[in-house]
């Protein structure tokens, strides 16, 4: 671990739960990000106690460094129900009203919860799938109630990702942290119970489960926080849920282990997802040698006998339309347009699901 002391020089960009500011370090002017429930709120002037651990090592946390505390007073004490603690054991551990616990006003209606009722729930390795899933969704079915499960592979702050804020602010997610990630609307031991609680005290149609920004990856075959997604896919058949395994594709990344699709899928989904999935998949406006370096891989998939290939159209004017901005790996829609396509194409077939049975339901 590595530490500075700064002084707080200018307020940047704010969005929920974070605090983005200018700070001074020995003279080199440096952002920082603050969680204000964490902290208590900052000012300008003020000295603080900054990690430095990330920046110094240069990964990728955005360039921030992360205010630890003030260093001249005590920050304020929350007070509130609950007593589920997340981030658990570490100095900044929080304490949560855990939507399952027993002062949960919901606690009741999770004690009788055991199914999600075939509810299509998707699921992704990378954060940056998360806004081409809810575009897709959207505009197939504008009218979804989406829930997003943000799980504790990665970043453990949902504050942390300001495309998770953004489309909070849209109106176009209710938000759940499962695990040790902590900030969502609902909190959740575990990703069996966020599920849980996306039917059935959110009343969701679709529940996307996706980790933070941040995910990990060592270029060993099992050393990478995708694995995750495979594990997921358990959870959801016990649950009673209708499974989608998105692919995590490209066909710009540099890294052989990453184009066509990603060894992180095949891995997760041929390994460690034991159940059954559908996995979407899309020729729609892929060049002709991306999606023949994607479909060499489709064997590898099929022959599990456990995941369906599905294949989807209509989402390329859904990803056009997308209000926020689409970006992964420092790649925009157009640089890397497979890698948003195939993750879109899980948010029309989880909508087509649920308006095949709304449809079901009224004949």
């Keep these: 671990m590595t530490w500075r002391e700064g002084t707080v020089v200018e307020p940047g960009r704010s969005w929920h739960g974070a605090a983005e500011w200018w700070v ?36 990728g946390t955005g360039g921030y460094l992360f205010v630890v ?5 005590l920050p304020p004490p929350r007070t509130g129900p609950g007593h589920m603690v997340k981030a658990r054991y570490t100095p900044q551990q929080t304490m949560v009203l855990g ?37 897709a969704a959207r505009h197939r079915s504008p009218e979804l109630t989406i829930a997003y499960i943000h799980t504790d592979t990665a970043a453990l702050p949902l504050a942390f990702s300001r495309t998770a804020a953004s489309l909070v602010d849209r109106g176009h997610i209710e938000t759940i942290t499962a695990g040790q ?15 849980l609680t996306a039917k059935h005290v959110v009343g969701a149609d679709l529940a996307i489960i ?34 989608i395994a998105t692919l995590r594709v490209s066909g710009a990344d540099a890294r052989p282990r990453h184009r066509g699709i990603s060894h992180h899928s095949l891995t997760a989904y041929t390994k460690v997802a034991l159940t059954p999935a559908l996995v ?9 040698e991306t999606r023949a370096s994607i479909e060499e891989s489709y064997p590898l998939l099929e022959a599990t006998g456990r995941l369906t290939l599905t294949e989807v159209t209509g989402i390329r004017k859904a990803l056009e339309q997308s209000p926020v901005l689409l970006r992964t790996m420092g790649r925009g829609r157009d640089e890397d347009y497979a890698s948003f396509a195939f993750a879109g194409a899980g948010g029309v077939l989880a909508a087509d699901i649920v308006l095949a049975k709304k449809n079901s339901n009224t004949e």
């Design 24 to 59: 001074d370090c020995d003279g080199e002017r440096m952002r920082a990000l603050a969680y204000p429930d964490l902290v208590g709120n900052i000012a300008v002037g003020e000295r603080v106690l900054l990690s430095s651990t990330a920046v110094d090592r240069g990964l």
């Design 69 to 73: 505390a003030p260093l001249d007073r």
């Design 99 to 135: 939507v399952d616990e027993q002062e949960s006003p919901h606690h009741h209606t999770l004690c009788d919860a055991q199914s999600v009722e075939g509810m299509p729930c998707v699921v992704a390795d990378l954060h940056s799938a998360l806004p081409a899933i809810v575009a």
């Design 181 to 195: 990630s902590f900030g969502g609307k609902y909190e959740a031991v575990n990703v069996h119970t966020a599920l």
């Design 210 to 243: 996706v980790q933070g920004p941040g995910n990990i990856g060592t270029g060993t075959p099992w050393g990478f926080s995708g694995t995750a997604v495979g594990e997921a896919i358990n959870a959801i058949n016990a649950l009673d849920g209708t499974a």
């Design 280 to 288: 979407p998949t899309t020729r729609e406006a892929i060049d002709d």
